[in-house]
């Protein structure tokens, strides 16, 4: 099993670029610029595409152009007209309780309260696709979650995410060739 496609998990517009809740924005932006991939607005995916090729691999890159809590209707459309399994997709998103600095691979698993995750679990009707989490890290209480993800990282916390997302580069080769475990042991233990 390979990954076919990559899904960076964000809000659309210039308001939202520098958020924290753009992470997966983030790393397929930097993953189109190092394999010389141009994004493009495919409206039939309800978001920007860019085609990359990794170890000789056809990879697609998406950034839904939908908000956040929509998803999994950009993801749905483009799984079903290049006729991608769901273990063949790679979804980076923000991951709160995860430190900022620090990246980690998921198979399966709940949505957490991420709701970019939650609607494209309900859309697919699986859990079953690869995660990377990107940590931002938490602001400590419940109700400032939203007021948290939809701002931007202080410097600090930014550079440690910068980190995390050119360590997350280093992976994906072995992630796009199926190599899950050691992509995971690398990553994770660069904690």
């Known amino acids: 099993m390979t990954i076919k496609l990559i899904v960076g998990l964000g809000n659309p517009g210039k308001d939202y670029q520098s958020n924290r809740h753009n992470a997966g924005f983030w790393l397929c932006e ?12 495919e409206t039939k995916f309800f978001g ?8 000789g691999r056809k990879v697609r890159l998406l950034k839904p152009t939908v908000f956040m809590n929509c998803s999994g209707q950009s ?28 990246a980690k691979i998921k198979f399966d698993g ?25 940590g931002i890290g938490h602001p400590g209480d419940k109700s400032q979650v939203t007021n948290f993800v939809l701002h931007a990282p202080s410097k600090g916390e930014l550079e440690k995410i910068q980190n995390s997302l050119n360590n997350s580069l280093q992976i994906i080769e072995d992630m796009i060739n199926g190599n899950f475990d050691k992509a995971i042991k690398t990553l994770h233990t660069k904690e």
């Open 30 to 41: 930097a993953l189109a610029h190092l394999y010389a991939g141009n994004f493009k607005k």
């Open 48 to 55: 920007e595409v860019a085609q990359i090729n990794i170890s």
């Open 75 to 102: 993801i749905q459309s483009i799984v079903n007209f290049y006729q991608i399994n769901t273990n063949e997709i790679l979804i980076v998103h923000d991951e709160l309780d995860i430190d900022p600095g620090i």
């Open 110 to 134: 709940g949505h957490g309260g991420h709701n970019g995750l939650r609607d494209t679990i309900q859309t697919l009707g699986t859990k079953a696709f690869h995660r990377l989490r990107i």
